[in-house]
């Protein structure tokens, strides 16, 4: 066991007035499973990157371990997959890497396919096993979880579970509760380590926010009270001062001396009571300031004339002779949450773009209402690009309402200005959701909806969604949210 340390750590991109980090400190265990987690755009692929010396920096990054990072480029993908590992670990025993392939339930025979052939998921598992058969090498795993359904995340956590000496980058709660034994997040004002899994350091989270919010409401109250007080004390002086020049009631010489003294003294007390407000005020100014922005999300869906929207009757696609999946009979019921559920290549997609009115190949009875109006979510995020008012514009909905969500998603005014093909492959799954919440729809759509996007903001699509109670239709991996969402799901066997 070594120290990784941080010192000092300030950090911002070229032509940046803000900086992403600025005099972090920290050190961390090189046999810690170390889960990352932190709203989009704060800046954790960055500090892998700096971790890895990709950027410059002021401050410190000290360690006695060498620093890979997950998913690394395959440069020749063509190439059968042992030789696409040879490439990157040159001197690897093929006995280690057979028995890593064992751990994660994939076939020895990988090896002799091409890299290209092998499945997202088996790439993904391939990629993990040649990283972990390296020795004095600490392990940098952004985001393993995208490409990868819910049966292979179990499969894959597990694993990890078994290592140590990583960082792992995830907003999959269920995820990071299997593998890591501390959580390093990026707040908004600092950057800060428990040890623990997510459950434990969002449940320490939330007690530190309630406690922080009564602290600062009871601080407003003492506020507001000093502040009455030193008003009045003050006012108080200033009358007694006034008499000084003046006569008693009775018609005898005043005592300036004894009201200078009283009003002195009363003017003491009125400073006294001011420190304690600015003290008061200054203790405030602690609280809050890693408090997310979690405002509520809103959805405004129509309501359709009759309880059924579709139905799939024994539902077969095909492409050509490849059979993607067979026998899919379900409806969809107006108020249902109804999650696609099925290893990768089992035709979830095919049938959200088969309900969405795309040209699929397919058999059996589908039928679906004309007047049904449908706001769909793709996985792929690649098309965006340029400025947001132009895309609100082009997708016809409401420019103020779609920042609106945008902002309560944890997006700065500043991100506004930016060309969205710039984003984090989590802002621009904001886009798309912020997109979707600003349409009106009977049937709401969603392949995937999830990948990238923080946890904090899963949750508050989640509450969104029990609150407005939506026809939704998805895909999505993170068994969290499929618990706490779906009202149905249709399991699909490729």
């Known amino acids: 066991m070594s120290q990784i340390y941080v010192s000092n750590l300030t950090f911002a991109y070229e032509g940046s007035y803000d900086n992403i980090f600025e005099n972090v400190h920290f050190q961390i265990d090189t046999d810690w499973k170390l889960g990352f987690t932190g709203r989009n755009g704060r800046g954790k692929t960055t500090f892998l990157r700096l971790m890895q010396g990709q950027l410059e ?149 939330q007690r530190q926010d309630q406690f922080e919010l009564a602290q600062n409401e009871k601080l407003k109250r003492d506020v507001q009270r000093l502040s009455d007080s030193a008003k009045r004390t003050s006012g108080w002086s200033h009358e007694v001062e006034s008499t000084k020049n003046g006569t008693r009631n009775s018609g005898s010489k005043v005592d300036k001396g004894y009201i200078g003294h009283k009003a002195a003294k009363m003017m003491k007390r009125s400073k006294a009571i001011q420190q304690r407000q600015l003290s008061a005020i200054e203790e405030k100014s602690k609280l809050l300031k890693n408090i997310e922005n979690t405002e509520s999300l809103q959805i405004s869906p129509l309501p359709f004339y009759k309880e059924r929207l579709a139905e799939l009757d024994h539902i077969s696609v095909s492409y050509g002779a490849n059979p993607v999946c067979e026998d899919v009979t379900f409806e969809i019921q107006q108020g249902e949450r109804i999650a696609l559920s099925g290893a990768n290549g089992s035709g979830k997609s095919s049938i959200l773009k088969l309900v969405c009115g795309e040209d699929i190949p397919y058999n059996g ?103 407005y109670t939506p026809t939704l239709l998805f895909v999505e991996h993170d068994s969290e949210f499929v618990s706490n969402i779906a009202t149905k799901v249709v399991e699909l066997s490729g």
């Open 57 to 205: 920096y002021s401050g410190t990054i000290s360690a006695n371990v060498e620093f890979d990072y997950f998913p690394f480029e395959v440069q020749h993908k063509e190439y059968l997959t042992i030789d696409v590992i040879s490439e990157v670990y040159p001197d690897f025993l093929q006995w280690k890497l057979i028995r890593e392939l064992n751990w994660l339930k994939v076939s020895e025979d990988v090896l002799y396919r091409p890299f290209n052939t092998l499945s997202n998921g088996e790439q993904t598992k391939v990629l993990l096993a040649a990283l972990f058969i390296k020795d004095n090498h600490f392990l940098l795993i952004d985001e393993p979880t995208n490409h990868l359904d819910s049966h292979a995340r179990k499969l894959v956590a597990d694993y990890l579970n078994r290592k140590s000496g990583f960082i792992l980058v995830s907003h999959d709660r269920a995820f990071l509760d299997r593998c890591v034994d501390h959580i390093l997040s990026i707040n908004k004002t600092n950057i800060e380590i428990q040890k623990g899994n997510f459950s434990t350091w969002w449940e320490n989270k």
């Open 365 to 467: 009875g589908f039928h679906k209402d004309a007047q049904l109006k449908i706001s769909y979510v793709a996985q792929d995020t690649s098309h965006l690009r340029g400025d947001l008012s132009e895309y609100a514009k082009s997708c016809g909905i409401d420019e103020s309402l779609f920042k609106s969500i945008l902002r309560k998603l944890d997006f700065s005014r500043l991100q506004f200005e930016k060309d969205i093909s710039t984003y984090s492959g989590g802002q621009k799954k904001k886009v798309l959701i912020a997109r979707s919440l600003s349409e009106r729809a009977h049937l709401y759509i969603w392949d995937e909806p999830l990948n990238f996007v923080d946890v904090i903001s899963r949750i508050q699509i989640e509450e969104l969604l029990l609150e």
